[in-house]
Every structure is written in structure tokens, then in C-alpha cells.
């Protein structure tokens, strides 16, 4: 069956506009392509400063992705004081639900904490927070996440998404039966992605 990997970032503003294109793929195209995740690694040593001028930009981009894709989005995180906008432990945790418990759950975490970031400002670079969004055991999700093997999969999973050519978030990456690889790079809406 044709694969369809997705590469993303949990803190990426256009991977949150795509998530409803992914989950109508999921659903509606499951009888096609198999789906599975990557992640990308936006800003993983959080080196944007927390300052007015990197909150009008975000605030810009925002306004950008909700009005090309209609997704909702709250502000109040912008109105932080201090932020580190790092997207390395959301990243790592979306990868360690992937391990535990394979891709359909990464895919119900990765929304669950894309939403809480996005609709309810909560800061998913938190472990505490990143935690409570684990569906069964929190426990071992703590302890595979503190773990090397964890930070090994993690840059495993940077350098597949690099070595596939996605070096834009959300990129779409189709490998059909035979092998043949196409990357697509950027947010793309539904009829294009299946156009591919």
C-alpha cells in the first residue's frame, strides 16, 4: 500500500492549519495509504527571543494560518511575560507515544497537545504538560521520554525528515508500492495532497 509520511512540527503553526487535512486523509483514505509521522524539529534549542517583535510575528503567522485554513486560534499565550518558544520536548514526547503505543495514538497525541498549545495556550514545553495528555500509562511514558533511546529516535527522526527533502513544515512525503518517493514541501489542502 502507498505510504503517506507526514512531517511535522507539534508547535509549527501550519502543521496545526494541516491537521484537519490529515485527519480527513485518516479517515476517509485509510482503504489507500497507510499514514505515519516524522518529526521535523522546528526550533529545538528555542532560539527565538521572547520579545514584541517575535510576538507580532507569530501573531502575523497565526493570522495568516487561520485565515488560509480556518483553524482556531488563541493569543493569550502571546501575552507571556517569558516564553521559550522550544519545540524539542514537544517533539520528543510525540515520538515516545509513538514508540509505546504506535502511530494511531501519536496521531491522537499529537492533536490533543497541538490543540491545548494553539486553542488553550497551554505551554506544551513542559513535561507536566506534556504529561497530562498521555492517554494510559503516564509513568512509563516519563521514563521512555527521559531516556537516551528517546534523544536517539529524536535525531533519527530529524535527519529521515532531511534525508526525504522535507525542509518546510508540514512537508508530505508519498512512497508508493515500488518505492518511488515524492516530498512535497509546505502546507497543501486535501485535493492536493491527493493529487500527488
Same mark, same amino acid.
Given at each position: 500500500m502507498t505510504q503517506l509520511i507526514f512531517v511535522l512540527d507539534p508547535m509549527c503553526s501550519w502543521c496545526w492549519g494541516f491537521h484537519p487535512v490529515i485527519e480527513t486523509l485518516r479517515k476517509d483514505y485509510a482503504d489507500r495509504y497507510t499514514f505515519s509521522?516524522?518529526?521535523?524539529?522546528? #526550533? *529545538?534549542?528555542?532560539?527565538?527571543?521572547?520579545?514584541?517583535?517575535? !510576538? &507580532?510575528?507569530?501573531?502575523?503567522?497565526?493570522?495568516?494560518?487561520?485565515?488560509?485554513?480556518?483553524?482556531?486560534?488563541?493569543?493569550?499565550?502571546?501575552? #507571556? *511575560?517569558?516564553?521559550?518558544?522550544?519545540?524539542?520536548?514537544?517533539? !520528543? &514526547?510525540v515520538i515516545t507515544i509513538r514508540e509505546l503505543q504506535g502511530d494511531?495514538?501519536?496521531?491522537?497525541?499529537?492533536s490533543d497537545i497541538q490543540k491545548a498549545f494553539y486553542t488553550e495556550?497551554?505551554?506544551?514545553?513542559?513535561l507536566d504538560t506534556l504529561t497530562h495528555y498521555v492517554q494510559g500509562d503516564t509513568q512509563a511514558f516519563q521514563t521512555f521520554y527521559q531516556s537516551d533511546r528517546a534523544e536517539l529516535l529524536m535525531q533519527h527522526d530529524f535527519s529521515k525528515a532531511r534525508s526525504m527533502g522535507a525542509n518546510a513544515f508540514p512537508s508530505t512525503v508519498k512512497i508508493d508500492e515500488?518505492?518511488?518517493?515524492?516530498?512535497?514541501?509546505?502546507?497543501?489542502?486535501?485535493?492536493?495532497?491527493?493529487?500527488?
Open positions: 509521522l516524522v518529526m521535523g524539529g522546528l #526550533r *529545538t534549542t528555542g532560539q527565538m527571543e521572547w520579545n514584541t517583535q517575535s !510576538k &507580532a510575528y507569530l501573531m502575523s503567522a497565526w493570522e495568516s494560518v487561520a485565515q488560509t485554513t480556518k483553524q482556531l486560534f488563541n493569543p493569550s499565550l502571546l501575552n #507571556r *511575560t517569558h516564553f521559550d518558544y522550544n519545540t524539542y520536548p514537544a517533539c !520528543k &514526547a494511531d495514538a501519536a496521531f491522537a497525541y499529537l495556550g497551554k505551554d506544551i514545553t513542559s515500488d518505492g518511488h518517493m515524492v516530498c512535497i514541501n509546505g502546507y497543501k489542502r486535501l485535493e492536493d495532497i491527493l493529487k500527488i
